[in-house]
C-alpha cells in the first residue's frame, strides 16, 4: 500500500470519527426546539403575582395559614421570569414564618390529604430547595437580596425576618429552618417528593 493510500484511509477514518450522526437523524434533538416537548405556560406578570401575593397575606392575617399556604403553592408562577419567580419565593417565605411548628405537620397532613395534595407538597419542596440554594449563594440574602434569617418568638414561630449578627449565621439560621420544612414534608408526603421535584420540569 502506498504513502498516499494509507494517508487517505486515516484522513477518512478522522473524517468519521468527526461526524455529528445527531444531525442526520430526523428525530434527533438536534433537529427540533426540546421546547416544543412541554406545553408553553401562560405568562404571569409581577402584578398578578403581587395581587396574588396580597391576598395570601389577607388570608394570613385573617387566622386562615392553612388557606394562605395552599393559595401560594397551588399558584405557583411557572409562566413568570425570573424575578416574578423570586417575588413568589418572598411571600411563600411569608406564608411559612407564619406558621408556628406544631402546626407543622398536622398542616401538611390535611393538605397532602386534599386532592391534588400530593402536588401542593411537591410544590412546597421545590420552594425550599430554591429557598436553600438562595441562603447557600448569598449568606443571609434571597435572590432578591432580602433577608432570609429566622428569628425565633414566644409563641413558637420561626420568622424569617432581618436581625443583627454576622452574615454566616444568618445564613446557618435560615437553613436550619428551611431543613425543619423539609423533614416535615419529607414525613408526610415520603421521598418520592424529593424525586419528583428533582425531575419535574416546571420550575418556580
Not at 135 to 154: C, F, V, Y
Request: hydrophobic share 35%; charged share 20%.
Amino acid at each position: 500500500m502506498s504513502i498516499i493510500q494509507q494517508q487517505s484511509i486515516a484522513t477518512l477514518g478522522d473524517n468519521w470519527r468527526t461526524i455529528n450522526i445527531d444531525l442526520l437523524d430526523p428525530e434527533s434533538s438536534s433537529n427540533f426546539e426540546t421546547t416544543t416537548l412541554h406545553p408553553a405556560f401562560a405568562p404571569v406578570s409581577e402584578d398578578e403575582v403581587r395581587t396574588l401575593g396580597q391576598q395570601v397575606r389577607q388570608l394570613l392575617r385573617g387566622g386562615d395559614a392553612e388557606g394562605a399556604l395552599k393559595g401560594a403553592l397551588e399558584n405557583a408562577p411557572y409562566g413568570g421570569d425570573n424575578a416574578v419567580k423570586d417575588l413568589h419565593l418572598q411571600t411563600v417565605t411569608e406564608v411559612l414564618q407564619g406558621i408556628k411548628a406544631s402546626e407543622m405537620t398536622p398542616m401538611l397532613q390535611r393538605i397532602y390529604g386534599l386532592d391534588g395534595g400530593s402536588d401542593a407538597l411537591d410544590v412546597l419542596m421545590k420552594y425550599l430547595y430554591k429557598g436553600m440554594a438562595a441562603s447557600s449563594a448569598a449568606p443571609g440574602k434571597s435572590s432578591r437580596g432580602s433577608t432570609l434569617t429566622p428569628q425565633s418568638t414566644g409563641a413558637g414561630f420561626s420568622q424569617m425576618g432581618g436581625r443583627p449578627g454576622p452574615p454566616n449565621e444568618n445564613s446557618g439560621s435560615a437553613m436550619s429552618v428551611l431543613l425543619s420544612w423539609h423533614e416535615k414534608v419529607v414525613d408526610v408526603a415520603g421521598l418520592g417528593c424529593v424525586g419528583r421535584t428533582m425531575t419535574d420540569w416546571r420550575k418556580v
